[in-house]
């Protein structure tokens, strides 16, 4: 029928018996071409092209539950140098082991020490290259329990992806072993690795004072961290 029709509205409108009017010229020839046209492609629209269904998504893959880094450890010369030789120790995990007096003219460090860790997340993103280092700090006295939690989801991200934290501590704390260390003017020590899904860190300290690196609870670390932050 669909077929007949239009063929009746061509000869039709050739003759002009479609309006009251004569059509002439182009008038008539637009007519013809437009209603011959219209009627062609209706039943074409008729047939609306199937939905595509969206591609599953993939689960991204879970984190393992512990991980340490590879590093390449150097104790700090002096009373001073923690923040040089702590970002060294982040640095040399990811490929780059620049002198610790070379960063410390980098990190502005004086005999007052490194000033504050945006100073280190600055230089570690300058020698790696890039910006993926920033900064979280732990306002107050204490770490709240979403700070905790937040401290554990930085660690195991960032060592996921290769990177050390790099921890601005003050005050006292005692690691896994049992052993205390106290730093009332503040200290730099590199988070290198993690375990327990993240509620265990893995710490290399550069002071010298006992084992040069220890075990420490997630909780803990951020109590250690209070009033100050990390570089992640």
């Keep these: ?58 689960a991204a893959p879970k984190a393992p539950a512990e991980k340490t880094l590879s590093y390449d450890f150097q104790y700090q010369p002096n009373a001073y ?7 060294r120790i982040a640095l040399s995990a990811q490929g780059h082991t620049p002198s610790q007096d070379n960063l410390a003219g980098q990190l502005g460090t004086t005999f007052a020490g490194t000033n504050s860790s945006h100073d280190i997340a ?22 709240t329990s979403a700070q905790m939690d937040r401290l554990q989801a930085d660690v195991v991200e960032a060592v996921g992806k290769g990177r050390p934290v790099v921890a601005n501590i003050v005050g006292g704390a005692t690691d896994n ?22 509620r265990q860190v893995r710490v290399a300290d550069p002071s010298g004072v006992g084992p040069a690196s220890y075990w420490m609870s997630t909780i803990t670390m951020a109590h250690w961290m209070a009033s100050r932050g990390y570089s992640y």
């Design 1 to 58: 029928m669909a077929v007949a029709s239009a063929a009746v509205l061509a000869v039709a409108a050739t003759t002009g018996s479609l309006s009251s009017g004569t059509p002439t010229g182009a008038e008539s020839n637009a007519g013809v071409e437009s209603g011959v046209v219209q009627l062609a492609l209706t039943p074409e629209r008729a047939q609306a092209a199937p939905p595509q269904e969206a591609a599953p998504k993939e």
């Design 81 to 87: 140098y923690c923040g040089p030789a702590s970002t």
């Design 122 to 143: 600055r230089v570690l993103n300058k020698v790696v290259g890039g910006d993926a280092y920033r900064v979280r700090e732990i306002p107050g006295q204490k770490a």
């Design 177 to 198: 072993d049992g052993f205390w260390r106290s730093f009332p003017g503040g200290h730099y020590v590199t988070i290198v690795g993690y375990g327990d899904e993240g």
